[in-house]
T-cell receptor, first 115, second 117 residues
Framework: AQSVTQLDSQVPVFEEAPVELRCNYS??????LFWYVQYPNQGLQLLLK??????LVKGINGFEAEFNKSQTSFHLRKPSVHISDTAEYFC?????????????FGTGTQLKVEL | GAVVSQHPSWVICKSGTSVKIECRSL??????MFWYRQFPKQSLMLMAT?????????EQGVEKDKFLINHASLTLSTLTVTSAHPEDSSFYIC?????????????FGPGTRLTVT
């Protein structure tokens, strides 16, 4: 079975500073990888996804993530954060084949951007 | 495009009553929808996979008689929490897979906050 680990439950950062949210996964087969953002009392919005090809993927709102197969990681980065980036961020995986395309989520990282 | 709605957005009910939550795909057809549960400050846990015209597939540990799922059309799935108790209070989120897109794409609804008193 696959699993996702987000080691940082909270990440405080000052506005305009860079940020990295860490995600590691475990799976015996190949996976697709996703990052979602959740604002308070709302559903999830897709930030970006890695399916294949270039390991650096760019998403919405200036976010990007790099897939590292050897380290089984998919860290999310943004060079300069804004107050409006304050939210919960979830890393998720789904199996390429089998598994019914079910998503497995990490425990989430609360990004808090401060002035 | 690819909008998923949920109704209601929040509901308060008394212990012992049943509550129905709707999940609709507004601009696409969805043979498959998913229901998740999220406790405060925690991740999403998949409860069940809802398939149009057939029985839902429940995850291990989820009581199928308590969480009734009906997927009667290609745009609507419902989750009914039967005989609700305070421990059922949670944030319920659905997602839908667009029939016209790759199967790994899921679109999420805005969630329903259920409070059982």
């Amino acid at each position: 079975a696959q699993s996702v680990t987000q080691l940082d439950s909270q990440v405080p950062v000052f506005e305009e500073a860079p940020v990295e949210l860490r995600c590691n996964y475990s799976s015996s087969v190949s996976v697709y990888l996703f990052w979602y953002v959740q604002y308070p009392n709302q559903g999830l919005q897709l930030l970006l996804k890695y399916l294949s090809g270039s390991t650096l993927v760019k998403g919405i709102n200036g976010f990007e993530a790099e897939f590292n197969k050897s380290q089984t990681s998919f860290h999310l980065r943004k060079p300069s954060v804004h107050i409006s980036d304050t939210a919960e961020y979830f890393c998720a995986v789904t199996l390429l084949t089998g598994g019914g395309n079910k998503l497995t989520f990490g425990t989430g990282t609360q990004l808090k951007v401060e002035l | 495009g690819a909008v998923v709605s949920q109704h209601p957005s929040w509901v308060i009910c008394k212990s012992g009553t049943s509550v129905k939550i709707e999940c609709r795909s507004l601009d696409f057809q969805a043979t498959t929808m998913f229901w998740y549960r999220q406790f405060p400050k925690q991740s999403l846990m998949l409860m069940a996979t809802s398939n149009e015209g057939s029985k839902a597939t429940y995850e291990q540990g989820v009581e199928k008689d308590k969480f009734l799922i009906n997927h009667a059309s290609l745009t609507l799935s419902t989750l009914t929490v039967t005989s609700a108790h305070p421990e059922d209070s949670s944030f319920y989120i659905c997602s839908a897979r667009d029939n016209g897109e790759p199967s790994y794409e899921q679109y999420f609804g805005p969630g329903t906050r259920l409070t059982v008193t």
